[in-house]
């Protein structure tokens, strides 16, 4: 049974991942809009594909940071501080985007749609990278001074083991929109998803074998290693197996045109990398690359042990409520899109 502060980690954890298989594809189908959508027909087709569940998506964003707040205040207050600049270009590609959905159907001109369909593809693609960062990031380690102080700041987030993150961010955040857009749509657009689909495949795998390999050497001597808890606990590396599972069952149904499986495949993976990353780093939320400085841990930046476990109830009530309320929107708003009969903000 884990204790309190773990059982906080994995529902943090439960979160980020949630959050990026759910608003990954809107994401990656934002990050493909101009190149996989070819006349404003198909591209008003893409936007109504993610139309009725793009904001409900970013909920987990705001559970993440809330269950940050309650369970580990420490960790909270560091990173806003630390990491101000990124997370604001964060907030504001976050508006960018949302705005570029609802205002790209109010106004009938072209060039009014092609200014927020600019927008919508590159704050979704930024988006990707700085997320793939920020992972990178968490696996690499940050600088804290000698008395404990995080020295976190845009220019140490750019390293190049946390671009290629980045990189790796935007290409996995791209398949997986591919898939769901090839899942949800029909003809040339269809087509068109299903071949980026298939390119992407290979991009991803060969960038997660150079970011493996690149992570095993990464962390700086006196750092804890990257497979230090799997060597602890083999069953972790049941995590990994799901990743290459997901990864050849991807693959298959990509040849045989089954998206559905293609799909889940692509969430199953994204899941894999997360659970992965996750098991690397714990018990650390952000590890110290300072010698002889110790990191951010769930203990040492953990609230009381009775706020913990009141926090914890209410809290996963609360997401209970969210999930069945996401599962309602999805269920409504299932099947093939088109642009004269989906969803228009």
């Not at 990026?20 to 198909?42: K, Y």
């Not at 106004?107 to 979704?124: L, Q």
């Not at 493996?212 to 750092?223: D, E, Q, T």
């Not at 290693?225 to 290459?244: C, E, Q, V």
């Amino acid at each position: 049974m884990p204790d309190i502060n773990t059982a906080w980690f994995i529902v943090l954890a439960l979160m980020l991942s949630g959050y990026a298989v759910l608003d990954g594809f809107d994401l990656g189908v934002g990050a493909l809009h101009l190149l996989v959508a070819r006349t404003d027909d198909e591209r008003a087709t893409v936007i109504n594909s993610i139309g009725p569940v793009w904001n409900g998506n970013e909920v987990w964003l705001l559970a993440a940071g809330g269950s940050m707040v309650v369970a580990f205040p420490h960790l909270y207050a560091a990173g806003f501080s630390g990491f101000y600049l990124a997370l604001m270009l964060v907030l504001w590609l976050l508006v960018l985007r949302g705005l570029s959905i609802e205002f790209r159907h109010q106004v009938d001109h072209p060039m009014w749609r092609e200014i927020w369909d600019v927008v919508f593809c590159g704050a979704s693609a930024l988006l990707g990278v700085l997320f793939g960062v920020a992972v990178g990031n968490i696996l690499l380690g940050v600088p804290f001074s000698a008395d404990g102080t995080f020295q976190g700041s845009f220019e140490i987030m750019l390293n190049p083991f946390a671009i290629l993150g980045g990189v790796l961010g935007l290409c996995l955040l791209c398949l997986h929109g591919a898939s769901y857009l090839a899942l949800r749509t029909v003809g040339a657009l269809q087509d068109r998803a299903r071949k980026y689909a298939s390119v992407l495949w290979w991009v991803v795998i060969a960038l997660l074998v150079v970011v493996s390999a690149a992570s095993l050497k990464a962390r700086a001597p006196g750092m804890p290693g990257f497979l230090d808890n799997f060597r602890a606990h083999p069953a972790l590396f049941l995590i990994t197996a799901l990743g290459a599972g997901s990864a050849i069952t991807m693959f298959v149904a990509r040849k045989a045109n089954r998206d559905k499986q293609a799909f889940l495949s692509s969430t199953a993976l994204i899941v894999s990398i997360l659970g992965s990353a996750a098991a690397a780093v714990f018990p650390y939320l952000l590890l110290s690359r300072t010698p002889g400085v110790k990191g951010l841990t769930i203990y040492n930046t953990a609230s009381s042990p009775y706020s913990m476990s009141t926090a914890l109830g209410i809290y996963l009530v609360g997401m209970a409520i969210v999930a069945i309320y996401l599962t309602a929107v999805y269920r409504t708003w299932r099947g093939k899109v088109t642009a004269d009969t989906a969803y228009h903000p």
